[in-house]
C-alpha cells in the first residue's frame, strides 16, 4: 500500500495541523482510496515556543519607516507599502496602465517582447522610492 506522510512547518500547531490533515485525507480518499495518509505532527513537542513572554526577541533600535534619503532596500518587503502610503493607488494605476495597452495593441496580449510586467513597473518604483518622500508625505512618484 502507497503511503503520503503529511508533515507541516514550523509555526504550525494541533487545531491548524488537524484541519489541514483532514483535507489531505479528504483530498486524497477523493482522487486515490487506496493511499493511507500518515500524520507526523512534530510542532507541539520539538517545535519553537515562545517563552518568558519574548524576552529573546529583539528590541528595535530605530524606525525603520522614519530616516533621510537613502534609497529604501529593494529587497525590504515593506517598500511597496512605503510606495502605497505615499500614493495609495499606484499599484491600481500600475494595472490600469498595462490594461490599457493590452486593448490598444489588440485585444488579451499574452506574452509581448519589451512590455514590463505591472508588477515589475511597482517593485520599480518602490525600490527607487527615498524615505525622505515617505515621511515628507508626498512628492511625485513619476
Known amino acids: 500500500m502507497t503511503s503520503v506522510v503529511f508533515v507541516h512547518g514550523t509555526g504550525v500547531r494541533a487545531k491548524s495541523y488537524e484541519k489541514s490533515l ?4 479528504s483530498g486524497l480518499g477523493r482522487v486515490r482510496a487506496d493511499i493511507r495518509v500518515v500524520r507526523c505532527f512534530w510542532g ?6 515562545l517563552g518568558l513572554d519574548g524576552a529573546s526577541i529583539p528590541v528595535r533600535s ?8 537613502e534609497v529604501l532596500d529593494e529587497d525590504d518587503p ?8 505615499v500614493d495609495p493607488l499606484a ?9 490599457k495597452a493590452r486593448r490598444g495593441g489588440g485585444g488579451r496580449a499574452g506574452f509581448a517582447p519589451g512590455r514590463q510586467d505591472p508588477w515589475q513597473a511597482v517593485a520599480d518604483t518602490a525600490r527607487g522610492l527615498s524615505l525622505a518622500a515617505v515621511t515628507d508625505g508626498g512628492g511625485s512618484l513619476d
Do not use: C, Y
Not at 530605530?62 to 534619503?69: E, L, M, S, T
Not at 499599484?91 to 490594461?99: D, G, H, I, N, P
Open 22 to 25: 483532514a483535507r489531505v485525507v
Open 44 to 49: 507541539e513537542e520539538h517545535g519553537a515556543s
Open 62 to 69: 530605530k524606525n525603520r519607516g522614519a530616516g533621510g534619503d
Open 78 to 85: 515593506l517598500a511597496v507599502w512605503a510606495l502605497l502610503e
Open 91 to 99: 499599484e491600481l494605476r500600475e494595472f490600469a496602465e498595462a490594461a
